[in-house]
């Protein structure tokens, strides 16, 4: 689906409060409330609005270590059996297949380094695993929510197409 401007920021609005009601969002970008509903309702059933959630910081619910691990697999690991393989791991918040020496990249988040290394040990023991490279987070320094690209940082306004 091509996005226009008017989606764009009814996005960005959305994406800056989920909970905003269509006629703050319409006042925002220029519509009446019932128009705003209308695309939001045209964006999910496109797939270009996926859902709506919370966003809930990690170390309220007590996972405050976290660590990118690189996966080097065994010869040609298809990326489903690694997504398969990595999804029993609730740690695993994130995994990507990735360019470079390694072939994917897992983002975990954990209580603690022990906890870490407890989970890599057990991806490491996944029959397909050859080897695995961490690093540990020391601290974020940009941390932005999904969609937040849609918007300029330096201004707030939208981001150019």
Do not use: N
Request: aromatic share 4%.
């Amino acid at each position: 689906m091509e996005l226009d401007q008017l989606d764009r920021d009814i996005i960005a609005a959305l994406v800056e409060d989920a909970r905003a009601t269509y006629a703050e969002i319409g006042h925002q970008v220029g519509l009446s409330a019932s128009a705003v509903k209308r695309r939001v309702d045209r964006l999910r059933e496109s797939g270009a609005i996926t859902g709506f959630s919370a966003r809930v910081a990690p170390r309220a619910l007590g996972w405050t270590t976290e660590a990118y691990v690189e996966l080097f697999c065994q010869g040609k690991t298809k990326p489903s059996d690694i997504a398969m393989a990595v999804a029993k791991f609730p740690e695993v918040v994130a995994a990507a297949t990735i360019t470079g020496e390694a072939d994917a990249l897992l983002h975990i988040r954990a209580t603690d380094v022990r906890h870490v290394e407890r989970v890599i040990e057990r991806i490491a023991a996944e029959a397909f695993v050859v080897r695995t490279k961490s690093s540990i987070v020391l601290s974020r320094l940009v941390d932005l929510p999904p969609g937040a690209a849609l918007t300029d940082p330096r201004t707030g306004s939208p981001a150019p197409r």
